[in-house]
């Protein structure tokens, strides 16, 4: 894999009641990503980008709603989220890690 497209693959952190809730009991990080990135893809980015061991990735594809401007319809844009199950004992810190890549 390119590490130039690896580093693109991750669009931004997901910060939610659910996603905190899903960091703190079952140690899942929620990210938005590319749609066309893939499972393995999203794997070896959040290894590159924040040095964590992932034991496994879930992605959700979540479709734009139909919105009204006026007179005109608009759409949405479709946004697909991964959840990124993090290995027994491994912690990701996303201010630390934001400080880190500030430093670089």
Known sequence: MNQQRLMNVIL??????????LAEKRNQM???V???AT???I???VELL??????SVTTVTTKGKVKRFGR?????SDVKKAYVNLAAGQELNLDAAAAAADKE
């Open 12 to 21: 931004a952190p997901v910060v939610s009641e659910k996603s905190n809730l």
């Open 30 to 32: 929620t990210f938005k």
């Open 34 to 36: 590319l749609r066309d």
């Open 39 to 41: 499972k393995p893809e």
């Open 43 to 45: 794997k070896a980015a």
């Open 50 to 55: 924040f040095g964590v061991e992932v034991a």
């Open 72 to 76: 005109t319809l608009g759409r949405r």
